[in-house]
C-alpha cells in the first residue's frame, strides 16, 4: 500500500502552455490531495478536486476510485459534500487484442445526464479512434481521429461533425522530439493556429517559447522537483 499527499499555494499568475492562458493562483494552500493505491485500485481523497471521466470540465468531485484488472479498467468520482451540478462520473473500460471500448458518464442535476462512448484501435504505429459524446438536449457530437507515431514524431487528425448552426471541426498537430527540444505546432479548421518549442535544460528545469495566430507570444521557465 502506498499513500501519498500534496498541496498547492502560489501567487499571481502561472503560465499555462498547454491551453495558451494564464491560471490565476491564490496566496492559500490548496485543500490537501490524499491517494492511497493498494492491488491495482487508487483512491483520491480532495475536496472538490476530483476531475469528471466524460470531459474533465467537472471538478466538483470528492472521491475518485480508480483500477485496472488485466484488460478491465473502472474509475467512480463522488460528491459528498453537496448537491450541485453533479452527483457522480463513471467510466468503464475494457481493452483486448488492439482494441479498446470506453463508456463514461456524468450524472447531471435537473437535466439529461452526459455520456460518451469510444472505440479505439491500435495497428503498429496507427490508432483509430471513433467517439460519441451526448450533450444532453444539445445535438450529439461524432469525432474520428487518427495517431500516427513516426520515429520522433507523432501526427494527429481528428475531425467532428457539425453542431447545428456550425460548421464541420477539425484539427491537425504534430509533437517532434530531438535531443533536448520538443516541437509541437497545431491548426483547426478556423486556422487558429499556435506552436510551441520546449527545451529541457536539465536538473528538472524546462524552457518553453510560443506563438499562435492571434499575434501572441510567451516565454517561460518550469521547475520541477
Not at 500534496?6 to 485543500?31: F, I, K, P, W
Not at 506563438?211 to 501572441?216: G, L, N, P, R
Request: hydrophobic share 40%; net charge negative; glycine share 10%.
Amino acid at each position: 500500500m502506498t499513500i501519498s499527499a500534496s498541496t498547492d499555494m502560489g501567487a499571481g499568475s502561472l503560465l499555462d502552455a498547454a491551453d495558451r492562458e494564464l491560471d490565476a493562483q491564490s496566496d492559500d494552500l490548496t485543500a490537501p490531495s490524499v491517494v492511497i493505491a493498494y492491488n491495482g485500485v487508487s483512491v483520491e481523497l480532495e475536496s472538490e478536486g476530483v476531475d469528471d471521466y466524460v470531459d474533465g470540465d467537472l471538478e466538483n468531485y470528492d472521491i475518485g476510485i480508480t483500477g485496472a484488472f488485466g484488460g478491465l479498467s473502472f474509475g467512480i468520482a463522488l460528491e459528498t459534500e453537496s448537491k450541485t451540478a453533479s452527483d457522480y462520473s463513471a467510466t468503464l473500460g475494457y481493452s483486448v487484442a488492439g482494441a479498446t471500448v470506453t463508456i463514461s458518464q456524468n450524472d447531471v442535476d435537473g437535466g439529461e445526464d452526459r455520456r460518451s462512448a469510444a472505440l479505439s484501435y491500435t495497428m503498429g504505429d496507427v490508432t483509430l479512434t471513433l467517439k460519441n459524446d451526448n450533450f444532453g438536449a444539445a445535438k450529439d457530437k461524432n469525432t474520428v481521429s487518427v495517431k500516427y507515431a513516426a520515429g520522433p514524431a507523432t501526427i494527429s487528425l481528428s475531425a467532428t461533425d457539425a453542431k447545428v448552426g456550425k460548421k464541420d471541426e477539425w484539427n491537425a498537430s504534430v509533437a517532434y522530439t530531438v535531443g533536448a527540444y520538443t516541437i509541437n505546432a497545431a491548426t483547426d479548421e478556423s486556422d487558429a493556429w499556435h506552436s510551441n518549442v520546449a527545451y529541457d535544460l536539465g536538473g528538472g528545469a524546462t524552457m518553453t517559447v510560443g506563438v499562435d495566430s492571434t499575434e501572441t507570444s510567451f516565454a517561460g521557465v518550469s521547475f520541477a522537483f
